[in-house]
């Protein structure tokens, strides 16, 4: 008879939010929402019980921190979103969507314990991997022979096609002129972000480490932009007037729709759409069509893209202050945390890190500390801080 732990049908349910919180925080509500699932759904029965069961062995305590420091982990968690919020003026979780984020980590804690009693072990030629904090570098705006600094980050919008409005963290709001025709130029380096509405009213998200021309005003029959980087993108629906985003290796055409494109060096350049109709013509290639909920991987070797279904959400939770993995190579998650946060991890010398993943969410938040901790709960990883430094390592191995 097969094992009901090995079967591991149960873990699922400790990946729902709602089930966390109905263990942890029990309201009238989630017991009927609960009781009336089981009631429907009579197979799940078992590995609910299971779950139960195994939520209730947890050793939170060997993880958890007393609870007058816990309130005031959360207190700062919720005081960061909302100075997150009010930097970025873009929508973000409401309190209790933060709270279930936090339950969320405890559960892939207990997840990520189960899974490891059954992995392999892993090979240890290095004991830890090192990150460095670096000097913070200004965005810049270029238009003309002009440039324009901002030492936060910044959201710009086009106000005819002479005036762009920049709203910056560090700055009174202001106004720049430019050019009918000029070509203009957004730089954000490593640890900022901008939001740029553009003329035809088509609204960008420009990640970290990433740059985007584009005119101020676009023409009669198409319009262009130019990227390096990463960005998410709202097109706004134009008749008559294709919008094309040019990238180092191939082009992207729009038919209306929202989707992410990611070209940083280093890293697969890929597109996943969210919604509408993208095309993706590389040299010499032909043209390639998306639907919603498909991700184009770019090879520079060959020239093709290689198609697949994926869950969107872990691509764009970037732009609303979090980060989504699921089963990600820590490596990868290390690579984000130091574009967003502008760290320098030595990952090529990061063996000792090789075959661990993460599960889980990571919220954005101003505190390094809190991101760290975070990725420590979803990965079988520690961390410590001396003066600009960040040492890496696996659990259990230093």
Same mark, same amino acid.
């Given at each position: 008879?097969?094992?009901?732990?090995?079967?591991?049908?149960?873990?699922?349910?400790?990946?729902?939010?709602?089930?966390?919180?109905?263990?942890?925080?029990?309201?009238?509500?989630?017991?009927?929402?609960?009781?009336?699932?089981?009631?429907?759904?009579?197979?799940?029965?078992?590995?609910?019980?299971?779950?139960?069961?195994?939520?209730?062995?947890?050793?939170?305590?060997?993880?958890?921190?007393?609870?007058?420091?816990?309130?005031?982990?959360?207190?700062?968690?919720?005081?960061?979103?909302?100075?997150?919020?009010?930097?970025?003026?873009?929508?973000?979780?409401?309190?209790?969507?933060?709270?279930?984020?936090?339950?969320?980590?405890?559960?892939?804690?207990?997840?990520?314990?189960?899974?490891?009693?059954?992995?392999?072990?892993?090979?240890?030629?290095?004991?830890?991997?090192?990150?460095?904090?670096?000097?913070?570098?200004?965005?810049?705006?270029?238009?003309?022979?002009?440039?324009?600094?901002?030492?936060?980050?910044?959201?710009?919008?086009?106000?005819?096609?002479?005036?762009?409005?920049?709203?910056?963290?560090?700055?009174?709001?202001?106004?720049?002129?430019?050019?009918?025709?000029?070509?203009?130029?957004?730089?954000?380096?490593?640890?900022?972000?901008?939001?740029?509405?553009?003329?035809?009213?088509?609204?960008?998200?420009?990640?970290?480490?990433?740059?985007?021309?584009?005119? /101020? !005003?676009? $023409?009669?029959?198409?319009?262009? #932009?130019? *990227?390096?980087?990463?960005?998410?993108?709202?097109? =706004?629906?134009? +008749?008559?007037?294709?919008?094309?985003?040019?990238?180092?290796?191939?082009?992207?055409?729009?038919?209306?729709?929202?989707?992410?494109? /990611? !070209?940083? $060096?280093?890293?697969?350049?890929? #597109?996943? *759409?969210?919604?509408?109709?993208?095309?993706?013509? =590389?040299?010499? +290639?032909?043209?390639?069509?998306?639907?919603?909920?498909?991700?184009?991987?770019?090879?520079?070797?060959?020239?093709?893209?290689?198609?697949?279904?994926?869950?969107?959400?872990?691509?764009?939770?970037?732009?609303?202050?979090?980060?989504?993995?699921?089963?990600?190579?820590?490596?990868?998650?290390?690579?984000?945390?130091?574009?967003?946060?502008?760290?320098?991890?030595?990952?090529?010398?990061?063996?000792?890190?090789?075959?661990?993943?993460?599960t889980g969410k990571i919220i954005l938040s101003d505190n390094l500390d809190n991101v760290m901790t975070a990725l420590s709960l979803i990965?079988?990883?520690?961390?410590?801080?001396?003066?600009?430094?960040?040492?890496?390592?696996?659990?259990?191995?230093?």
């Amino acid at each position: 008879m097969r094992n009901e732990i090995d079967n591991n049908d149960f873990v699922r349910f400790l990946k729902e939010e709602t089930f966390i919180e109905w263990k942890l925080f029990p309201t009238d509500e989630l017991d009927m929402y609960w009781n009336d699932y089981i009631k429907n759904h009579p197979e799940d029965r078992k590995n609910i019980l299971l779950a139960e069961q195994h939520f209730q062995s947890v050793n939170i305590s060997s993880h958890a921190i007393p609870n007058a420091m816990r309130q005031e982990a959360i207190k700062r968690l919720k005081q960061s979103l909302l100075a997150y919020k009010r930097k970025r003026r873009i929508r973000l979780f409401s309190y209790t969507a933060a709270a279930c984020v936090s339950l969320l980590v405890i559960s892939v804690l207990y997840i990520q314990k189960v899974a490891n009693q059954s992995e392999r072990v892993l090979t240890n030629s290095g004991n830890y991997i090192v990150g460095n904090e670096l000097e913070s570098e200004d965005i810049l705006f270029v238009t003309g022979d002009r440039t324009t600094t901002f030492q936060g980050n910044v959201d710009m919008e086009m106000k005819g096609n002479q005036t762009i409005q920049i709203k910056s963290e560090h700055a009174e709001d202001t106004e720049i002129s430019i050019g009918q025709h000029a070509t203009n130029k957004l730089i954000v380096p490593y640890g900022k972000r901008s939001e740029i509405l553009l003329s035809d009213g088509t609204h960008v998200w420009l990640n970290s480490g990433s740059s985007l021309e584009f005119p /101020s !005003t676009f $023409s009669e029959m198409k319009r262009e #932009v130019i *990227l390096s980087g990463e960005m998410y993108i709202e097109v =706004a629906p134009v +008749k008559n007037q294709s919008f094309i985003v040019h990238t180092p290796g191939y082009d992207v055409k729009v038919y209306g729709t929202k989707f992410n494109i /990611s !070209t940083y $060096s280093g890293s697969p350049s890929n #597109v996943v *759409l969210v919604e509408g109709i993208v095309s993706l013509k =590389a040299a010499e +290639k032909q043209e390639l069509f998306l639907s919603p909920k498909e991700q184009a991987i770019y090879s520079e070797i060959s020239g093709s893209f290689n198609k697949r279904e994926v869950d969107v959400q872990s691509f764009i939770s970037w732009k609303e202050g979090y980060l989504t993995f699921s089963d990600s190579p820590v490596s990868e998650a290390l690579k984000q945390i130091e574009r967003y946060y502008n760290l320098s991890f030595n990952l090529d010398d990061g063996v000792s890190l090789q075959g661990l993943t993460c599960t889980g969410k990571i919220i954005l938040s101003d505190n390094l500390d809190n991101v760290m901790t975070a990725l420590s709960l979803i990965s079988a990883t520690e961390y410590k801080r001396k003066d600009k430094l960040i040492y890496i390592y696996k659990k259990g191995t230093i």
